[in-house]
């Protein structure tokens, strides 16, 4: 048995909340979209009880195909880097910064400014 202690704040306020963990043995689910049978291990039910989470409905590869889907149908715009000029796409329609739009970064100037 473990216990795991986790803080929450807001406005003012700490709030203390007790996950009160058990062993867990790994469980076998079957993946709602092809089937086949997957383990949820005892490390990742933790993980899933401390980030309030449900238990995951798919196995990895329909996860990783499901995701690879949602990037691939991404519709892209055209724009202009804000800090090096450059073209570039971005996967939402940007707006001038006069209509209350933020400056575009291209992928290169946003890695370096998140460095």
């Known amino acids: 048995m473990k216990f795991l202690l986790m803080e929450k704040t807001g406005e003012g306020t700490c709030t203390f909340i007790f996950f009160l963990i058990y062993s867990m043995a790994d469980q076998d689910i079957t993946c709602r979209d092809c089937g086949n049978s997957f383990s949820f291990s005892e490390g990742e039910q933790e993980f899933y009880a401390?980030?309030?989470?449900?238990?995951?409905?798919?196995?990895?590869?329909?996860?990783?195909?499901?995701?690879?889907?949602?990037?691939?149908?991404?519709?892209?715009?055209?724009?202009?880097?804000?800090?090096?000029?450059?073209?570039?796409?971005?996967?939402?329609?940007?707006?001038?910064?006069?209509e209350g739009g933020k400056p575009v970064l291209c992928k290169e100037c946003f890695m370096a400014d998140r460095a």
């Open 50 to 98: 401390t980030k309030e989470l449900s238990p995951p409905q798919r196995c990895k590869d329909c996860r990783s195909s499901r995701k690879a889907e949602r990037f691939s149908s991404r519709e892209m715009h055209a724009a202009v880097c804000a800090k090096c000029g450059a073209d570039c796409e971005v996967p939402f329609k940007p707006r001038p910064v006069e």
